[in-house]
């Protein structure tokens, strides 16, 4: 069997400096989401844990926010326009929250220009090692009832339909599938996580994984 070559892509936790870049695949991948993430603000919450995924050997030049600082307000003076800065490239992300014993995924976005290549894949691998790590029971999402590109990827990881929230989404008043785990450390899902990271493995290549 051929040696798996390794992947272009790793993952990491989130950082400050990627907020910006999450914004920007946050505005792409849910163009109605009213109000936006604060990513500065769940970066710091307690219950939650964001993931990047990054590829090696790219960067980008990232127009920061301008901030205005007292000085400007005193003056009444136009803040400078602050220097764009030289980042790494952030092709998708993942969060979850852990709420008594269970780790939710509470958003889960590739770039559109990367979709396809297993990286929301490996982002479900990450959000399932880091439930392990966390010792929580099962893994919990909610996913609009047209998703079923996401509903896919969400199968093939264990899984299955729970309930459903009458119009949750505000936008159109669409349904929101419940969907849930078996609990993680269960012989079948250990089986089931087993083969998948295998097959991934098999498939794309070995990926780098960093968790706090
Ligand atoms: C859902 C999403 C994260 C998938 O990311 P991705 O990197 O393209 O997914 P992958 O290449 O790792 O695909 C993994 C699996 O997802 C499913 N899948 C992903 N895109 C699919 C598509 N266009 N059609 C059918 N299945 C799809 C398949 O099961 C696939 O496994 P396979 O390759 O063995 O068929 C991505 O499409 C996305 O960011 N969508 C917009 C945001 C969103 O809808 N998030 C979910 C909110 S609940």
Request: with cysteine.
């Amino acid at each position: 069997m051929a040696t798996p070559t390794q992947l272009p892509y790793y993952l990491r936790p989130m950082r400050m400096e990627d907020v910006d870049q999450a914004d920007e695949i946050e505005h792409e991948a849910f163009p109605t989401l009213y109000p936006p993430t604060n990513y500065r603000k769940e970066l710091r919450n307690r219950i939650a844990e964001y993931i990047a995924c990054v590829q090696r050997d790219a960067e980008v030049w990232v127009q920061k926010g301008t901030k205005r600082s007292w000085t400007d307000l005193f003056r009444r003076r136009r803040p400078e326009p602050p220097e764009p800065a030289r980042e790494e490239l952030i092709v998708g992300f993942l969060g979850v929250w852990y709420m008594g014993g269970e780790a939710h995924i509470v958003t889960i976005a590739v770039r559109e220009s990367h979709r396809r290549k297993g990286i929301g894949e490996l982002l479900m691998i990450g959000a399932t090692e880091m439930a392990l790590l966390r010792e929580q029971q099962v893994l919990t999402l909610e996913v609009r009832v047209s998703n079923v590109n996401a509903q896919h990827l969400y199968r093939k990881y264990g899984f299955k339909d729970v309930g459903v929230r009458r119009r949750y989404y505000q936008d159109n008043d669409e349904d929101a599938l419940i969907m849930s785990t078996d609990k993680l450390t269960g012989a079948d899902h250990q089986a089931l996580f087993a083969r998948l990271k295998e097959q991934y493995t098999e498939r794309h290549g070995i990926a780098e994984r960093v968790y706090l």
